[in-house]
């Protein structure tokens, strides 16, 4: 301090400002800070969603293992950690050091540093100061007198630049309102979407594709059981039939051997019973004409 009274002795003009007040009287800067973090903690519940859907697809799974074959459990279990890098993937891509939360932070500072740098530049000009200092940087300040404190000129003069860049008409201020926090394009940004949804659609369409294939094989798998089944259940009824016929053809057999040994008994019968007869009634002949 004593450095800087010696200055002053010799007509040095010296000031502060204090950014983090400006930034806390500026309502844009207040309004894009609040939409940006609605974002961010819209961002996190997203996140923490996604996170119990996989927590709990994980117990599910758990919990049907002695229900699943190890293919299924397999298959189960890569599309989970799949989608678990997915989300961790969403997660760096919002809140990573190069992130969007970061890259929409540095962008809704960038155009208020600006202003406030501008605004310093000209209120040093126009009063002549030699050294306008920041409150708010890792400078350390022991003191500072209120009355070198421009940190309200320098709010007023950004209001006065904010209204006069204001929209010109209701249709452009509602534009405005609806557009999106930072409208500038971030092509690396696009550039990494592009790549994770074409990576997400490149393994889907793997994923698809092996569940057909596991299923086009497992269908021939049960067609060809069912067609062995359905074989041995006609080669059975075949041998069925088979000795059904025998066994009907030797029945017939057997009994066309019966009724012709019946038939042979009878007519032998029938002789021996006509030599009796005939024998008797010679007899019966002869006696009579031996009396």
């Not at 249709?171 to 994770?196: H, M």
């Not at 042979?264 to 009396?291: D, F, Y």
């Amino acid at each position: 301090m004593l450095c800087l009274s010696s200055h002053a002795q010799r007509g040095v003009r010296i000031a502060y400002i204090d950014t983090e007040y400006i930034l806390e009287n500026v309502p844009e800067y207040q309004e894009a800070t609040t939409q940006l973090n609605a974002k961010a903690d819209k961002w996190k519940n997203e996140v923490q969603a996604k996170l119990s859907t996989i927590e709990q697809r994980r117990k599910d799974l758990s919990n049907e293992k002695a229900l699943l074959t190890n293919e299924l459990i397999n298959e189960r279990e890569e599309d989970i950690s799949f989608e678990e890098k997915e989300i961790l993937d969403y997660q760096q891509k919002r809140f990573g050091p190069n992130g969007d939360l970061f890259i929409q932070k540095k962008q809704l500072m960038q155009p208020i540093q600006d202003q406030i740098f501008a605004a310093v530049q000209d209120l040093a000009a126009s009063r002549k100061y030699d050294f306008i200092f920041d409150k708010s940087s890792d400078a350390v300040m022991l003191y500072s007198a209120r009355q070198y404190d421009l940190s309200d000129q320098i709010i007023r003069s950004i209001t006065r630049s904010a209204k006069r860049t204001q929209a010109a008409s209701k249709a452009e201020r509602k534009a405005a309102k609806e557009e999106e926090l930072v409208p500038e394009i971030n092509y690396e940004q696009e550039a990494r979407e592009k790549a994770l949804e074409e990576r997400k659609q490149t393994r889907e369409s793997a994923i698809e594709k092996a569940r057909q294939e596991k299923l086009a094989a497992r269908e021939a798998k049960v067609k060809e059981a069912e067609a062995r089944r359905q074989k041995i259940l006609d080669d059975r009824e075949k041998a069925k039939q088979e000795k059904l016929a025998e066994r009907n053809t030797i029945t017939e057999t057997a009994k066309g051997e019966e009724e012709a040994a019946k038939s042979e008994t009878t007519k032998k019968g029938e002789e021996e019973g006509e030599v009796e007869t005939k024998t008797r009634a010679q007899l019966i002949e002869e006696n009579r004409q031996k009396n």
